[in-house]
């Protein structure tokens, strides 16, 4: 069993080399843990967050999924509750954390499909993966429809329920992605408007205790993308725009 091989090798070198700063690091932060955002991103196996973000333990929580999907309230009022409701709880009720981002990336092979589906996803039926992509995306499907009838770049506008919270996006104007890609964009800030329709995290963007941001990575370059509000687009992450986009994702 070859990928069992490679876990447990990795195991062993853990314990080797890895492991005794760790046990420090988890002992320092045991009793008073101090997380500084709830990471929603893909399960896609190229896409690691701790590394990409060089973040450390105790930094931040993590929630994977097939295709970096926050279902929105109305449809767990018919299928009951999902892992990532419960995780931004977790984050932002528990533990009081102030950030949520979602993070979508190049060649998703969750969007890709979706996208695939995207004139028959109303259909019911299908796979786990299928019904999974259909049922929570659908919100992304319809949107990519608005920014289709905008030209393909848009404006379209996300709204966030009940706290009187908007934004306008344009998706990729220089034209540089595939349009799968354009559409993992656009998912991805659904996501934001999906966040938002759960009260718990209403409550807590009205009351300025929440912020959400999102952000997107090319797997084909290795480029990190935010969105930017002040500038309505994703904006590359680089040293030059760095304290800009610190500063844009207070304003939501």
């Known amino acids: ?93 528990v ?4 950030h949520v981002v979602v993070c979508g990336h190049s060649d998703c092979k969750a969007m890709t499909g979706l996208f695939a589906m995207r004139d028959t996803v109303e259909e019911t039926g299908g796979s786990p993966l299928t019904q999974w992509v259909k049922t929570h995306g659908l919100a992304t499907v319809r949107k990519y429809r608005e920014l289709e009838a905008a030209g393909g770049v848009g404006p379209i506008t996300f709204e966030a329920e009940s706290t009187n919270r908007r934004f306008t996006a344009f998706i990729d104007k220089e034209n540089q992605f595939a349009p799968v890609d354009k559409f993992s964009q656009v998912n991805t800030l659904q996501q934001l408007e999906n966040i938002v329709s759960h009260e718990f995290i209403q409550e807590r963007v009205v009351s300025d ?22 500038r309505e687009t994703f904006v590359e992450v680089t040293n030059s725009n760095y304290a800009h986009l610190v500063a844009d994702a207070e304003c939501w």
């Open 209 to 230: 205790k929440v912020r959400l941001s999102a952000m997107w990575f090319d797997i084909y370059t290795g480029d990190f993308y935010m969105f930017s509000r002040e």
């Open 95 to 98: 533990n009081n954390i102030r």
């Open 1 to 93: 069993m070859p990928g069992l091989d490679k876990l447990l090798r990795g195991v062993l070198k853990y314990r080797a080399t890895l492991r005794p700063k760790m046990v420090k690091d988890f002992q320092r932060i045991r009793d008073n843990p101090e997380p500084k955002a709830v990471m929603v991103s893909c399960i896609d196996s190229r896409i690691i967050m701790t590394r990409l973000l060089q973040s450390s333990v105790g930094d931040m929580l993590l929630v994977r999924n097939a295709g970096n999907v926050v279902p929105h309230s109305d449809t767990l009022r018919e299928n009951g509750v999902s892992t990532e409701a419960a995780a931004l709880e977790l984050g932002c009720v």
